[in-house]
């Protein structure tokens, strides 16, 4: 079993920004591909962005797209999602995922997704 952490959410203005984390343990995570999700009240979860096993390609929503990067520390088995110019859409709780494929590549699906962080709750006031 993969376990996989969140942390860094919080409370923003619209405008601000936040760093996510995502510290994996439990499987070789330096081979899995890696995806952040967010799921908004009365919403299904939505992709907002993915990395491949050695942050050599990755892919993001356009809703987010240049304003969200996500990169890799593989040292530190730990995935980061930095959001800036938040809005208040992007409000939801925010899932970490980790693709049990070796080596993989960065997906969009959230079905191609084996393990699942608890989520972190990221609030954006206007």
């Known amino acids: 079993q993969v376990q996989l952490v969140e942390s860094g959410g919080g409370l923003v203005q619209a405008g601000g920004s936040l760093r996510l984390s995502c510290a994996a343990s439990?499987?070789?995570?330096?081979?899995?591909?890696m995806g952040w999700f967010r799921q908004a009240p009365g919403k299904e979860r939505e992709f907002v962005a993915a990395?491949?096993?050695?942050?050599?390609?990755?892919q993001y929503a356009d809703s987010v797209k240049a304003r969200f990067t996500i990169s890799r520390d593989n040292a530190k088995n730990t995935v980061y999602l930095r959001m800036n110019s938040l809005k208040p859409e992007d409000t939801a709780v925010y899932y970490c995922?980790?693709?049990?494929?070796?080596?993989?590549?960065?997906?969009?699906?959230?079905?191609?997704?084996?393990?699942w962080g608890q989520g972190t709750q990221v609030t954006v006031s206007s």
């Open positions: 995922a980790a693709d049990r494929t070796r080596f993989g590549s960065a997906k969009t699906d959230l079905l191609a997704y084996d393990y």
């Open positions: 990395i491949s096993w050695s942050g050599g390609s990755t």
């Open positions: 439990g499987g070789t995570y330096s081979r899995y591909a």
